[in-house]
């Protein structure tokens, strides 16, 4: 299960922190990210910390946000900084874990979990 919190309303601007609580399964085995949606579009990933510990991000917030994993928290975070009218949109967490054994040292076919999602508005 995966508890979203921090979403809020602020000004283009300003920053906003959301947190990823886990329980049930442990972050940082496999793929963890962060995905929006805004009204009317699709939901779109932007931010991922991929199985080998790599980062990528979506071009528009690059340079501006940072997901971090804090695993003695089993706590996904997504730092947000000099957000914008555009960035407004419902936030999601999501993680894979592993396949169950004796397939357990794959990621493939794992399980795929998504928080219940968190509302950040930015106004102008």
């Known amino acids: 299960q995966l508890v979203e919190s921090g979403g809020g309303s602020v000004q283009a601007g300003g920053s906003l922190k959301l947190s990823c609580k886990a329980s049930?399964?442990?972050?940082?085995?496999?793929?963890m990210g962060w995905y929006r949606e805004a009204p009317g579009l699709a939901r779109e990933l932007i931010a991922v910390?991929?199985?080998?510990?790599?980062?990528t991000y979506k071009d528009s917030v690059k340079g501006r946000f940072t997901i971090s994993l804090d695993k003695s928290r089993n706590t996904l975070y997504l730092q947000m900084s000099s957000l914008k009218t555009e960035d407004t949109a419902v936030y999601y967490c999501?993680?894979?874990?592993?396949?169950?054994?004796?397939?357990?040292?794959?990621?493939?076919?794992?399980?795929?979990?998504w928080g219940q999602g968190t509302q950040v508005t930015v106004s102008s």
């Open positions: 999501e993680a894979d874990d592993r396949r169950p054994p004796p397939f357990n040292q794959y990621c493939n076919g794992g399980p795929n979990y």
């Open positions: 049930g399964f442990v972050f940082g085995r496999c793929e």
């Open positions: 910390i991929n199985s080998d510990g790599s980062i």
